[in-house]
């Protein structure tokens, strides 16, 4: 609800202008916002100017009066022309007195010399001094043999054209009020309906105008409603977007953690299955014979005193070294010592392992006591 109400729109701006703002737009941006506010008080809702729409209204108005003359006139003409039609197709299928014929007759020339009056008024140039075979509009209308009944003609010929303009004007009034009954009324009572049909046309011509003007603003508010709706459903996406990576990296965390704890967990119990795969490799390697023939090479070799042999060869070498290189046989010999000294060396580093796990083996755990082959134990000495 919060959102929505950041997304309030100012009324005056969007109704008075053919804008679109936002409550969020009038506060990111309130000096375009004030240009607006002052462009509402000379632009209409539509963006056209007040002095220049109060000039097209005007205008509009003068035409919708010559139009309406125009359209007054041209009703009387085909009116005319109608009744003339009328006449002669009566002619044709029965007899008419000869007064009546006549009539007609004159009414068809004066409309004849009118139309060619007419016809001098509607040049291309606009100017008044055109002429028909030479006769101006003055000539034309003083040669018509009827210009003195002119007012005799008209004093019976209006009568029969409000006749049929008043039968014709009811009977498009019974169909615009189709839905009503119209048969029962009197005559006059029609005709005066019919002549409030202008208003109640105008009238309609209003509703509908005010209709298609509110469908516009219901038009307008929906769709910022839609972008109202579409923006909180963007804040609502980006929301659960950041409330699913929280949750999933915290899910994701507590099962690293899980698996590393397993991982550790199944190491360790390898390194276990390694100590203890070393321990039988170790136990079928040193066999009880093999621990007694280690044991006796161990006793030989502790008999045997390498060390002082060691300390004499070496003490010979650096005194054939003292000497120098000029004597063969000196230098044989030194090689030979030389050599006997390595196998030495080799012989002790190869058993030293062997000796150790031997007495590791033997010995009785929390005591210094040695295990002989022969069942006999052995203090150990020393630490």
């Known amino acids: 609800m919060a959102a929505v109400g950041e997304e309030d729109e100012p009324p005056d701006l969007n109704l008075n202008l053919p804008v679109h703002i936002t409550g969020r737009d009038a506060q990111k941006n309130p000096e375009f916002v004030k240009l607006l506010s002052t462009l509402s008080h000379r632009l209409t809702h539509t963006g056209v100017s007040k002095g220049l729409q109060k000039d097209v209204e005007q205008a509009k108005e003068q ?15 085909h009116e005319l022309e109608e009744l003339l039609l009328d006449h002669d197709i009566r002619k044709q299928e029965s007899e008419i007195p000869a007064a009546e014929t006549q009539f007609y007759t004159a009414v068809q020339e004066c409309l004849t010399t009118a139309e060619i009056c007419e016809y001098l008024e509607c040049g291309p140039d ?4 055109v002429t028909l075979l ?12 009827h210009r003195k009944d002119l007012k005799s003609l008209q004093k019976k010929l209006v009568p029969l054209v409000e006749e049929r303009l008043k ?8 169909f615009h009020e189709s839905s009503s009954n119209l048969s029962t009324d009197p005559g006059e009572l029609q005709f005066a309906k019919a002549s409030q049909l202008p208003l109640v046309l105008e009238r309609e011509r209003l509703d509908l105008q005010e209709k298609k003007r509110q469908l516009q603003q219901d038009r307008a508010a929906r769709d910022r409603q839609f972008w109202q709706y579409y923006q909180i459903l963007l804040q609502t996406l980006e929301s659960l977007e950041r409330i699913v990576k929280h949750h999933r990296l915290k899910s994701q965390l507590e099962n690293n953690n899980v698996i590393s704890e397993w991982l550790v967990q199944r190491f360790d119990a390898m390194e276990l299955k390694i100590k203890v795969v070393e321990a039988q490799v170790l136990c079928d390697t040193y066999t009880a014979d093999t621990v007694a023939a280690l044991k006796q090479i161990r006793r030989h070799l502790d008999s045997t005193p390498y060390d002082s042999e060691y300390m004499q060869s070496v003490q010979q070498l650096q005194a054939y070294r003292s000497v120098g290189m000029g004597f063969d046989s000196l230098v044989q010999e030194y090689g030979k010592l030389q050599e006997a000294i390595e196998n030495k060396k080799w012989g002790l580093t190869a058993a030293a392992p062997g000796l150790q796990v031997c007495r590791d083996g033997l010995r009785q755990p929390g005591t210094g006591v040695w295990e002989t082959t022969g069942g006999h134990r052995e203090q150990e000495v020393g630490t």
């Open 134 to 145: 030479g006769l101006t509009r003055e000539q034309l209308q003083q040669n018509n043999p």
């Open 63 to 77: 035409m919708r009066r010559e139009k309406a003359a125009w359209l007054q006139a041209g009703a009387l003409y």
């Open 167 to 174: 039968k014709k004007c009811t009977a498009v009034f019974s």
């Open 126 to 129: 606009g100017r008044k001094d």
